[in-house]
């Protein structure tokens, strides 16, 4: 009976820490959605249709999707990957996603593990089918500013050639998403440092 009991308490204190991948996937979407439809809300008249263009595209994708679950959409897939293996990550850490463009398109997620901000570890991460690990990274000097700030900078005066989202993640929520369209990201930001680590075209000359 007391084995019984402790397999039971066991059980009850996994199905309370194990976190709602449905839920957090629609809550990344939202709050990314949002972010763009604010910024489409500001941007000059002649991007308008650009940054609807691209809100439509992620959404035939589900990468948007706010009111439905689309378990074969990157960000699903993406959420469930990293549960399984990653469980204590989602007390505080960042995820940026970037396609990059070219003959053949590549798809890169990087996850931040800032519980410390002055020395997070990168996860890097390549859609090839499945989620493909490309490398971790270790004791790296990288400040990391976690509120999001800093890393926008005005059209066209920015280092990136895609487009660009930035999402922080803290105990099992979406805290904040930011959508960087193309030549929008500051250069000298921990995003740019992350993307030139993984990517050849993003690596400062």
Same mark, same amino acid.
């Given at each position: 009976?007391?084995?019984?009991?402790?397999?039971?308490?066991?059980?009850?204190?996994?199905?309370?820490?194990?976190?709602?991948?449905?839920? $957090?996937?629609?809550?990344?979407?939202?709050?990314?959605?949002?972010?763009?439809?604010?910024? $489409?809300?500001?941007?000059?008249?002649?991007?308008?249709?650009?940054?609807?263009?691209?809100?439509?595209?992620? /959404? +035939?994708?589900?990468?948007?999707?706010?009111? +439905?679950?689309?378990?074969?959409?990157?960000? /699903?897939?993406? $959420?469930?990957?990293?549960?399984?293996?990653?469980?204590?990550?989602?007390?505080?850490?960042?995820? #940026?996603?970037?396609?990059?463009?070219?003959?053949?398109?590549?798809?890169?997620?990087?996850?931040?593990? #800032? +519980?410390?901000?002055?020395?997070?570890?990168?996860?890097?991460?390549?859609?090839?089918?499945?989620?493909?690990?490309?490398?971790?990274?270790?004791?790296?000097?990288?400040?990391?500013?976690?509120?999001?700030?800093?890393?926008?900078?005005?059209?066209?005066?920015?280092?990136?050639?895609?487009?660009?989202?930035?999402?922080?993640?803290?105990?099992?929520?979406?805290?904040?998403?930011?959508?960087?369209? /193309?030549?929008? $990201?500051?250069?000298?930001?921990?995003?740019?440092?992350?993307?030139?680590?993984?990517?050849?075209?993003?690596?400062?000359?």
């Amino acid at each position: 009976m007391k084995i019984l009991s402790i397999c039971l308490s066991i059980i009850m204190l996994l199905q309370e820490t194990q976190l709602d991948v449905d839920a $957090l996937y629609l809550s990344w979407n939202r709050a990314t959605l949002a972010d763009m439809k604010h910024q $489409l809300q500001s941007v000059p008249a002649e991007q308008k249709e650009w940054y609807q263009n691209n809100i439509d595209a992620l /959404h +035939s994708t589900g990468n948007l999707n706010t009111d +439905s679950i689309d378990k074969e959409s990157l960000r /699903h897939t993406f $959420l469930s990957h990293l549960t399984s293996r990653f469980p204590k990550l989602f007390d505080n850490f960042l995820v #940026i996603e970037i396609t990059t463009s070219g003959e053949i398109q590549k798809i890169f997620k990087f996850v931040l593990d #800032i +519980s410390d901000c002055a020395h997070p570890v990168i996860y890097g991460y390549q859609y090839k089918g499945e989620w493909e690990s490309i490398g971790i990274i270790k004791d790296t000097k990288l400040t990391v500013n976690k509120h999001l700030e800093q890393i926008q900078t005005a059209p066209q005066k920015g280092f990136n050639f895609e487009d660009v989202i930035v999402t922080r993640f803290m105990k099992g929520k979406v805290e904040s998403s930011k959508y960087l369209a /193309h030549f929008t $990201l500051a250069e000298k930001s921990f995003v740019t440092d992350v993307l030139s680590r993984y990517i050849s075209s993003y690596i400062k000359k």
